[in-house]
């Protein structure tokens, strides 16, 4: 009922930097919660970053100052703005939401995308 898509992915020198925007369409009723994951190739997928429809936000320590999370309640949008990037930030980017449906039963239910690769490298 509700798909995520992300997109803004790529290859980027360190100290760069990229912007990944996430696109939840459906039966929305209401996104109670976007967050970013990722997962670098042998490592679990690992928390990133979170933002309620509050707009409270929440980093994880290896991002906090560089990392940025927003959204656009209107378009029901959440981007990453990743600054200052590092190797070690290589890795799939996905997308995650936590959502009210418009049909019953209402959830809320919780939503992935199909991720988006992002390179840091030299």
């Known amino acids: 009922q509700v798909q995520l898509v992300e997109s803004g992915g790529g290859l980027v020198h360190p100290g760069g930097s990229l912007r990944l925007s996430c696109l939840a369409a459906g039966k929305i009723l209401n996104i109670i919660n976007m967050a970013w994951y990722r997962q670098a190739p042998g490592n679990q997928r690992e928390l990133v970053a979170t933002i309620s429809d509050s707009g409270r936000t929440n980093y994880a320590d290896s991002v906090k100052g560089r990392f940025s999370i927003s959204t656009d309640s209107f378009q029901n949008t959440a981007d990453l703005q990743m600054n200052s990037l590092k190797p070690e930030d290589t890795a799939v980017y996905f997308c995650?939401?936590?959502?009210?449906?418009?049909?019953?039963?209402?959830?809320?239910?919780?939503?992935w995308g199909q991720g988006t690769q992002v390179t840091v490298s030299s």
């Open positions: 995650n939401a936590d959502v009210e449906l418009t049909l019953l039963p209402r959830g809320p239910f919780n939503y």
